[in-house]
């Protein structure tokens, strides 16, 4: 049973405009979300995270939404780049007293942005 | 944030061998960490290395199967025993020093004929 599903396996956006990624969850106990770029060839590169107790972080052109009571969470890149064509992942994080819990993974949303 | 490298970034390998991928960090961590993206599939947790003592591992990963060592705070391995084509995979190591994130190395690509 999958704790975390990102439904749209890839998305193409035109250069400048806005890019949206969707995350949705079952777990409440999640703590904190991150999202994570991978670049093929490469491992996953840290993006931005959002504690379970916000709604908004933001970070240059990249803003995490959170909404607990929808158990949704979205990245945001405005203006979007060419650069950041990647596949994207979101990956919730349970923090079990303190030590560094596990992260789940999405299975990926690919980003394609057009020049 | 650490620079992290694996050894060997990919190989092909004959099924009932053996393999051992190695992951070098610059610097001392807290944390290592063993995952597998098996082809289409999101990551995938296999065990915690720990430090001294044996790997802590997820619901569906052994020992046997997966011996993990880290002798040291910078350096750990992973070992995919007795390989058939369904361990076909990308294996990435994963460190964090007390942070939330975790970063990640680049991978070692193992292809199982």
């Known amino acids: 049973d999958q704790q975390v599903k990102q439904n749209s396996p890839s998305l193409s956006v035109q250069e400048g405009r806005i890019s949206i990624l969707n995350c949705d969850y079952t777990?409440?106990?999640?703590?904190?979300f991150l999202w994570y770029k991978k670049y093929p060839a490469e491992g996953p590169t840290f993006l931005i995270s959002?504690?379970?107790?916000?709604d908004k972080n933001e970070d240059g052109r990249f803003t995490v939404f959170l909404n607990k009571s929808a158990k949704h969470l979205s990245l945001h890149i405005v203006p979007s780049q060419p650069g950041d064509s990647a596949v994207y992942f979101c990956a919730p994080l349970m923090n079990y007293g303190g030590s560094q819990g596990n992260l789940i993974f999405g299975k990926g949303t690919k980003l394609s942005v057009k020049p | 944030s650490a620079v992290i490298s694996q050894k060997p970034s990919r190989d092909i390998c004959q099924r009932g061998t053996s393999l051992t991928i190695q992951c070098q960090v610059d610097?001392?961590?807290?944390?290592m960490f063993w995952y597998r993206q098996q082809p289409g599939q999101s990551l995938t947790l296999i065990a915690t290395a720990n430090q001294g003592s044996e790997a802590t591992y997820e619901s569906g990963f052994v020992i046997d199967k997966f011996p993990i060592s880290r002798p040291n705070l910078t350096f750990s391995t992973l070992t995919v025993s007795n390989m058939s084509p369904e361990d076909s995979s990308i294996y990435l190591c994963s460190v964090t020093s007390g942070a939330i994130e975790q970063y990640f190395g680049p991978g070692t690509r193992l292809t199982v004929t």
């Open positions: 959002i504690s379970s107790i916000k």
């Open positions: 777990n409440s106990m999640f703590d904190y």
């Open positions: 610097s001392q961590v807290t944390m």
